[in-house]
Each structure stands twice: as C-alpha cells, then as structure tokens.
C-alpha cells in the first residue's frame, strides 16, 4: 500500500538538543510539506520542497531545517533555536501533476520539550 | 490571498443527529475545495473535495456542495455515528504563492455522544 510514514510516534527534547523527525513516502510525488499543528489551531508551514535537492522556507522556519536528497524522503531537524518546539508535527506530500493540490498526509510525530 | 473561516467548535451531538459544520472562503477565481478529517492522535485525511463551482464532494455519508454565489462549502451528514467524533478542517489552495500548499481553517472539533 502507498502511503506516508513518520517516525517516530512520540518525541521528547531535552532542552538544547536537536532532534530530527523521519518523513518517508512511497506516493512517487514530487512535492513534500512539513507543517506544524498546535492545540485548538489549524496547520502551519514549516517547509516545503517541490523537487529533490530543493526546499523552500515556509511561514514558520525559524529554529527548523529539512533535507531532501531522496525523493522518498524528507527529514525535519529541530533545532535548539526553536523556543517552544512541542507540538504536533505532519508531513504531507502531492503529486506535482495534480492541478487540485491534494495534499496526502502522514499520521504525525508529536514532540514534547522536558 | 485565499482564506478561509470555519465555524467554532466543539460541536456536541447526539448519534443520529444531523451535522452541519460551516465553511467560508475568500479566493480569488475558483479553486479546489476540501474537506480533511483527523480523528484523536493521527494525521489528516481527506475526506472529499469538489474541484469546481456547483460540484458535491461525498464520502462516507459526509457531503459538501461548491456554493460559489455564498463563497461556501459547508460539510453535512445526515446521521452522525460516534465514530465521526474527530476534528474536520476545510482547506483551499494558497492563492499565486508558488508553493502549492493549503490554507486551513482553524478546525472544528465534533464530539458524538450515544
């Protein structure tokens, strides 16, 4: 079955550390989105990339940093610069060719600061 | 740029009773309209989407009609079951920004009781 994964499930941060959230899919799209969701709100945008080897800031980038070396794959790394990272975090990906923008989600990592 | 405004929640109801939850948008044109549901701890699915003016999205009993003279496309479902407790986002392409991403509505959260 195609579809999206993330690992992991849960994350907890130690104050000042960087950890980096998995996102893999097996759709063939081009397009990955990163997006950030906090309690009683809708959906952020962290990153995106549209092809390999390219990735653009979103609204929200400041203290975060992607990869996208593989088509498959496209990691978030949240660094110490992020002041308050605990929140729910889902990757998204679209077919390039699509002209309806449908975005397939993952089933998210949430992180929480201790 | 594209908008849009959902209805506050939570919605409570009782099983078999009729769901409208309200969506409006601002866009320019007539973009692609969607509806996501996330049930608790996972990630977005899409539940329907109706890619032009007049069309109706249907999936599991849940409908939504592309209103373009009331820039609306509210979600209804004639007998909600408990299985429907989830939050439902209402979404539309970004607007001419390049990055084929989605606005989202802020969520409402529906809680069906027995």
């Known amino acids: 079955d195609g579809g999206i994964t993330q690992s992991p499930k849960y994350l907890f941060r130690k104050e000042g550390q960087n950890v980096t959230l998995s996102c893999e899919q097996n759709?063939?799209?081009?397009?990955m989105y990163w997006y950030r969701q906090d309690p009683g709100q809708g959906l952020r945008l962290i990153y995106y990339?549209?092809?390999?080897?390219?990735?653009q800031k979103g609204d929200i980038a400041e203290g975060y940093s992607v990869s996208r070396e593989k088509k498959e794959s496209f990691p978030l790394t949240v660094t110490s610069a992020q002041k308050n990272p605990t929140a729910f975090y889902l990757c998204?990906?679209?077919?390039?060719?699509?002209?309806?923008?449908?975005?397939?989600f993952g089933p998210g990592t949430r992180l929480t600061v201790l | 740029g594209n908008s849009v405004t959902q209805m506050e929640g939570p919605v409570t109801l009782s099983e078999e009773a009729f769901l409208t939850i309200n969506c409006t948008y601002t866009?320019?044109?007539?973009?692609?309209l969607f509806w996501y549901v996330q049930y608790p701890g996972e990630g977005l699915q899409l539940l329907l989407k109706a890619t032009k003016a007049d069309d109706k999205g249907s999936n599991k009993g849940f409908e939504a009609t592309y209103r373009k003279e009331t820039t609306s496309f509210h979600l209804e479902k004639g007998s909600v079951q408990v299985s429907d407790s989830a939050v439902y986002f209402c979404a539309l392409p970004e607007e001419d920004t390049g990055r084929r991403a989605l606005t989202f509505g802020s969520g409402t959260r529906l809680q069906v009781q027995p």
């Open positions: 866009a320019t044109g007539y973009p692609s």
């Open positions: 998204a990906s679209s077919p390039s060719g699509s002209s309806y923008n449908e975005q397939f």
């Open positions: 759709l063939n799209h081009d397009a």
């Open positions: 990339s549209q092809i390999v080897n390219d990735f």
